[in-house]
């Protein structure tokens, strides 16, 4: 399948919440996930993703970045990744994870986390990318440029 992975835009939110709703990760609720979504867009220490397929939006991912002495740069934590029922799930996390990690990379980042997924399925996506276990999150060390 080919996606298209891109920076989401503002007129994204109300799928993206969908994706994300139906895919299980949102703690806050859709109508919390939109306004903090709506917030995260414009800002640049985050990256917001959507992948495209055929002009729909079928995924949905987010990276945050967050100081740490620990680790002398800036860590990258994915708070979300998501993709839409109808779709290959594994296909739309392969996808947003290379371009997450990018960012991140690009970002300046040493280290990306995540909360590993509730689906053992989609662990190998994220194998693939150098995720291992890190107590209770997955953790991977990327080069920075």
Not at 52 to 75: D, F, K, M
Not at 81 to 109: F, H, M, P
Request: glycine share 8%; net charge neutral; hydrophobic share 50%.
């Amino acid at each position: 399948m080919d996606y298209q992975v891109r920076t989401a835009r503002i007129t994204d939110v109300d799928r993206m919440v969908a994706i994300l709703d139906g895919s299980g990760v949102l703690v806050a609720g859709p109508s919390a996930a939109a306004d903090q979504l709506r917030q995260l867009v414009s800002l640049p220490q985050a990256s917001v993703l959507v992948v495209e397929s055929h002009r729909r939006v079928i995924g949905a991912g987010i990276l945050s970045l967050r100081p740490s002495a620990a680790a002398g740069a800036n860590v990258g934590v994915i708070d979300a990744i998501g993709a839409d029922a109808a779709s290959d799930a594994a296909g739309v996390t392969e996808a947003l994870l290379a371009e997450l990690l990018r960012s991140a990379r690009n970002k300046g980042c040493r280290t990306v986390e995540a909360a590993p997924p509730a689906d053992p399925r989609l662990r190998a996506p994220w194998a693939r990318h150098g995720f291992a276990d890190a107590g209770p999150r997955i953790t991977c060390a990327i080069a920075t440029h």
